[in-house]
């Protein structure tokens, strides 16, 4: 577009045009080539006062909406009616045609616009294509101190009408303090005489940087959100749409989302901007893409937006595995005395939205539950304790670990454990057979887990050692030199289970009969005491 200077160009081919500013009273005149009488050259000067700009033609013939200015100097969120009205005016100067203020204040209360410095793209578009303007422009007063040092500070931005895009933007700012000219001619003197050399130097910037081309329109509409929920199910499972989505023009007659197996009219929500949907999700496994089809009445639905969003279709459930550390496995037992780690994996990129962990004591009481939302953790310990942290007693317990997908698939395992801390019971006895005196060692309580080695040693009671030997399993019959009738000797005995729990007994009695075989000794002792939190 022509700026007016072009158009008086054209309109007047042989004028001769000289511009130049000029001290008060000056004028700058244009006079006819080879022509010079006064009174066509009276018509034909413009006065210049103190840097009046020259008019220009409308900004490439756009019009211009202003915003009212935001005002963050006093307030988080204020408006400066005055310093926008000094704004409109220096606008007008430059023969800048601008929507009257009445109706952009209308268009703001009408679409609630509550902060006058900021404006979306979609309101930008819409305001453009309502009033047949080409710029908006909005800004902020950052400063503005009328008492100390009288200080001014300004933030201008100018957005294309047709796109919604922001073309210029710039900050300016001015004080006393920094006004300063020879012998103190001319120097601003209140708020009032900052105001329009700013307000100026931002104008001129305005005019040097905006673009000769503009952004090239923008699509009708803006879309705020579009979601699938659930975003993972089941075959035959009901999914839902939300579309919330605003348009610079009248909506149009339909919209529809297209599911991969089917096309599906979307209906009005309870406010305008909502549109929703619902179908059955398909049968087979997969990731299934959606796009948006307008249907604006001209039987046309090439307009289409894909991959507006997505929902995947999981039917098998998550493949897990759990590895159990720290225990000792005896055939489907795993048995441990202190620690045991947990580890669950899971096989595939199924996301988990839920899991929980049971523990249950022989007689199926629940001593141990936790369940939590989200992914499965990389480890889990229990420490043998129940789920107010009390220790429980050794003995058998059974661990089932759930999980569910986010498509509601589920999969668990489950595993006997045996909880083993306490020292290893052993019964010592002299038995006969064959007219021979034996000593036997066996477990008291045979239960899961086996004793790994042991040591005894057997002396008289005058401290000569009768017997010294080892071994690796119990039970375990040893041989006794002859001794008289009932004898007494003594015992010293140690014992280790395959976890680690050990038994000492020193100088056991054990009163030898040449008879049938008595007990002598059944001893139960507690192993060291472990403090265990799950």
Not at 192 to 214: G, M, V, Y
Not at 281 to 302: E, I, K, N, Q, V
Not at 426 to 441: E, K, M, P
Request: one cysteine or more; proline letters at 5%.
């Amino acid at each position: 577009m022509l700026c007016l200077l072009k158009t008086l160009l054209r309109g007047l081919p042989a004028l001769l045009i000289v511009l130049a500013l000029a001290p008060r009273g000056v004028a700058v005149a244009a006079v006819e080539a080879g022509e010079t009488p006064a009174g066509q050259a009276a018509t034909a000067i413009t006065e210049v006062f103190n840097g009046t700009p020259t008019l220009i033609d409308s900004v490439f013939g756009l019009r211009v909406a202003l915003l009212p200015l935001a005002d963050v100097s006093q307030v988080s969120n204020g408006i400066n009616l005055e310093l926008t009205h000094d704004l409109a005016a220096a606008l007008r100067d430059r023969g800048i045609d601008l929507v009257p203020e009445g109706d952009v204040l209308q268009f703001m209360a009408d679409n609630r616009i509550r902060f006058a410095g900021y404006l979306d793209s979609l309101l930008a578009r819409k305001l453009g294509r309502e009033f047949d303007c080409g710029l908006i422009m909005l800004g902020t007063v950052t400063e503005l101190d009328r008492e100390r040092n009288p200080s001014l500070g300004l933030t201008l931005t100018v957005m294309d009408a047709k796109s919604g895009s922001p073309v210029w933007a710039a900050t300016r700012a001015a004080s006393l303090s920094g006004e300063v000219r020879l012998l103190g001619l001319g120097e601003a003197r209140s708020i009032a005489e900052l105001k329009r050399p700013l307000l100026q130097e931002l104008l001129n910037e305005f005019q040097r940087n905006l673009p000769e081309q503009l952004p090239a329109r923008e699509k009708p509409y803006q879309i705020i959100s579009a979601r699938v929920t659930p975003a993972y199910v089941q075959g035959g499972e009901v999914v839902d749409f939300r579309l919330e989505i605003r348009f610079v023009e009248d909506p149009p007659r339909q919209i529809l989302i297209d599911t991969n197996v089917g096309v599906i009219p979307l209906y009005r929500g309870k406010v305008d901007s909502l549109y929703l949907g619902h179908w059955v999700a398909p049968a087979a496994a997969g990731a299934y893409s959606l796009a948006l089809m307008f249907d604006w009445g001209r039987g046309d639905l090439s307009q289409r937006l894909a991959n507006i969003a997505s929902y995947q279709v999981i039917n098998e459930p998550p493949q897990l595995q759990v590895s159990l550390m720290k225990g000792l496995q005896i055939g489907d037992v795993t048995a441990f005395r202190g620690s045991l780690i947990i580890l669950p994996e899971l096989r595939g990129a199924t996301p988990i939205s839920h899991w929980a962990l049971t523990i249950r004591g022989e007689n199926g009481a629940v001593v141990v539950s936790e369940e939590r939302d989200g992914g499965l953790p990389a480890k889990l310990v229990w420490q043998g304790t129940d789920s107010k942290r009390r220790r429980l007693e050794d003995g058998l317990y059974e661990m089932s670990l759930d999980v569910w997908d986010a498509a509601g698939n589920h999969s668990g395992t489950t595993h006997k454990l045996a909880l083993k801390r306490s020292t290893v019971p052993v019964q010592v006895a002299s038995v006969v057979r064959d007219g021979r005196t034996y000593l036997q060692i066996d477990q008291h309580d045979a239960g899961v887990v086996p004793v790994a080695n042991w040591s005894v040693r057997v002396s008289s009671l005058q401290g000569n050692t009768l017997l010294s030997t080892q071994g690796g399993f119990l039970p375990a019959l040893l041989e006794l030199p002859r001794l008289g009738a009932d004898a007494t000797v003594l015992c010293d005995i140690e014992v280790e289970d395959s976890l680690g729990n050990f038994l000492s007994l020193t100088e056991t009695q054990i009163k030898v009969k040449r008879q049938e075989t008595e007990v002598a000794l059944q001893v139960e002792e507690s192993a060291e005491a472990w403090v265990k939190d799950f």
